[in-house]
């Protein structure tokens, strides 16, 4: 199956995929794009009873969940442009080919499957590790009841994987009529002996090329030295959404996803959008031997609690 353009969403009938076909459509109005809901009703668990009775009941059910799910959609965009997709196929698989030619894809933080406590369900972290573009996980609250909308905020390292990230965050701004707030840490950043300065300017650069493309958005830089996990969570308390890259300037080469991307992923308390290279063998500069040494270190730190999270999810 071929990707089809415009704005993607997964859902199952949960809550959390609730959460992600609102926020697909609020997309597919702002952006007049068209917008596919996709249903995917043949889990690899059902392959071992190998009985097509159990596989009919399966798809029966898959078609009146997704037909209950066109309702709102319709209702807002109208029928011609929600398409639906109902696919014999693991969920993850389907909307990660789909993504390679959408817009963005959306999805909830959870589905039926997920283990309490979990903050990050299986589709979530598959399109999160190897979407291509923009995945938007939905969770928390964007709408405050109440309140002015907050802002977008956008996590941003100077490196060149940051303009994505620039890129999609001032359009995400100025269709909501959003301030934006860019941050950029250094803590974690390649070269803290002597670096710090590069980044900064680097960071300057990067801001001044998109606010002359975008003069009607307000925004705010703010530059910390710090951990960028903290600032971002901080920084994100009341956002509509956080936007960060998949991978910044160190990290492994041919890891899928940064350790920051992999926090903000897990505990953001907004929608998250990370930022995806359209090809993946095109990611990011190489990094330095200085960042290496660094970045096997934190890598190693993290392997556990990895394991843990990709092995435990539902």
């Not at 530059?223 to 901080?234: D, I, Y």
Request: hydrophobic share 40%; proline share 6%.
């Amino acid at each position: 199956m071929t990707g089809i353009e415009g704005i993607v969403t997964g859902y199952d009938g949960s809550p959390g995929s609730h959460e992600a076909l609102r926020w697909a459509v609020w997309e597919a109005e702002a952006r007049r794009a068209k917008l596919t809901v996709c249903l995917a009703w043949a889990p690899h668990y059902l392959e071992v009873l190998r009985e097509e009775r159990v596989y009919d009941l399966a798809r029966q059910r898959g078609e009146e969940i997704l037909e209950g799910g066109l309702q709102y959609p319709r209702s807002i965009l109208g029928p011609g442009r929600v398409v639906p997709v109902l696919a014999r196929r693991a969920a993850g698989e389907l909307l990660c080919e789909q993504s390679r030619t959408a817009e963005l894809v959306a999805v909830g933080s959870h589905g039926h499957g997920g283990v309490p406590g979990l903050h990050l369900g299986s589709v979530a972290w598959q399109l999160a590790c190897r979407g291509h573009g923009p995945v938007v996980i939905a969770r928390g609250q964007w709408v405050h009841p109440n309140q002015n909308p907050g802002p977008v905020v956008a996590g941003v390292d100077g490196s060149s994987a940051s303009h994505a990230v620039l890129e999609f965050a001032f359009r995400e701004a100025e269709l909501r009529d959003a301030p934006l707030l860019a941050v950029c840490a250094q803590m974690d950043a390649p070269g803290i002996f002597g670096n710090a300065y590069r980044i900064a300017e680097d960071f300057s650069d990067a801001m001044n090329g998109q606010e002359k493309e975008h003069p009607a958005v307000a925004v705010t830089r703010q530059l910390e030295v710090g951990s960028p996990r903290a600032a971002l969570l901080t920084a994100s308390a009341d956002a509509q959404l956080l936007v960060v890259g998949s991978r910044g300037r160190g990290g492994l080469d041919n890891m899928n996803l940064g350790s920051v991307a992999v926090a903000m992923a897990h505990y953001a308390p907004c929608p998250i959008a990370v930022i995806r290279p359209r090809d993946a063998s095109k990611l990011y500069e190489a990094p330095s031997a200085c960042a290496g040494r660094h970045s096997r270190f934190a890598f190693s730190s993290w392997r556990p609690w990895l394991s843990t999270c990709w092995f435990g999810l539902a």
